[in-house]
């Protein structure tokens, strides 16, 4: 038998947001640092590897789905991630009272606890080959866009999240680290860099910006002063940086200049949540909810270009008809650029279950409805004015009609995206990760189409 049969091979399943998605990178990358191998099928691994997600219930669900079917058509399951710390009612374990035959459970980003299991149930090679590693570590990303995760957890405690019960308070991470894993994504080839945490604005409190040092320089470890580093570093690579998850605090206002370079994408992911002061104060959220109209005015003025996502809750506990309207006017006023709305939903854990007045379930779902029929109208008006303007874009997909690109306005998943014609000069080629300029010819309420000049 030769070497490469004999190598152990771990099947992966990685759940949830991107701050799992990077949780998984990391397990995987040590993996391969120690010599293990990665498995595409069931049949094909020595033992699985489930990264799950427990924030709502139909993500729970999903999870101990991907549980069960691991175990039956493996047998051998290691679970990680945000459900493997949270307990039931009773304070029982939820995976090992659904899945009791998983060979061991951890909580989220607990890469070293994930390495001990599998050690102990798939013996690492004798010789790691440490070279085939690349710097930038394993992605699950495509090659040309990478999320940077530059904290862990969370410092608030939002009524209706549990996600600080599961990933427990701030943690940054030192800004050299930052900067370095920064730096070997963008000589990896790397075009747009996602910044991402749980609070993106809070960078650093936990430490009290302590300086670190970066290339040699001071640099506090800081919100502002990480951005800017990231985007001159960017700069010297053609690449974008995209800022995820910010609170509107006001040392935010400190970063919207430097989006008129074109490095740092003029884009904010801004998760306000709700409007109405007394809804903002029940979901105890940590912003002043009077003042965002007044910033998201400012952060245009100083950024024209400036594209505004945010994500709003729908019913939540207590909510009335008047403050329901107050949402409303709100985004008819604010017209937010990406939205995103969610009907209130129970989460096991959250203090917001215990709140008065609860709405009913149909109530819920019918005002979620209404905001996104707002949206859309809104959404189709902003894109319209695009029309007959050049973009910079950069292409995720290349097929024989044309492709499929992202212009600063669109995250990747998450957001639209820009239907690019086939070129009639030969002379033009379309390749992934590459960026060209686009003239928007057409649009609807969430996408756009143009064609290359």
Partial sequence: MSDSLATPKVGFISLGCPKALVDSE?????????????????????????NTCGFIDAAVAESLDAIGE???????????????????????????????????????????????????????????????VPPQGIRLTPRHYAYLKISEGCNHRCSFC????????????????????????FKAGVKELLVISQDTSAYGVDVKFRTGFWQGRPVRTHMTDLVASLGVLAKAYGAWVRLHYVYPYPHVDDVIPLMNDGHVLPYLDVPLQHSHPDVLKRMKRPANGEKNIERIRAWRAACPDITIRSTFIAGFPGETEEEFAHLLDFLKEAQIDRLGCFAYSPVEGATANALASPVPDEVREARRERVMQLQESISRERLQAKLGKTFKVLIDQVDRNGATARSSADAPEIDGVVYVKLPYEPSVSLKVGEFIDVTITAADAHDLWGSVD
């Fill in 70 to 132: 691991a175990l039956s058509e493996n047998g051998k399951v290691i679970v990680t991630g945000c459900l493997g710390g949270k307990k039931d009612a009773s304070g029982q374990d939820v995976i090992r009272a659904v899945h009791p035959k998983v060979l061991a459970v951890t909580g989220p980003h607990a890469l070293a606890e994930v390495m001990d299991a599998v050690h102990q149930h798939l013996p690492k090679p004798h010789e790691p080959f440490i070279d085939l």
């Fill in 26 to 50: 990391q397990i995987l990358t040590q993996l391969r640092a120690e010599g293990y191998d990665t498995a595409k099928s069931y049949d094909g691994a020595d033992l699985v590897i489930v």
């Fill in 162 to 185: 549990i996600i600080p019960s599961m990933r427990g308070d701030l943690v940054s991470r030192p800004i050299a680290d930052v900067m370095l894993e920064a730096e070997n994504l």
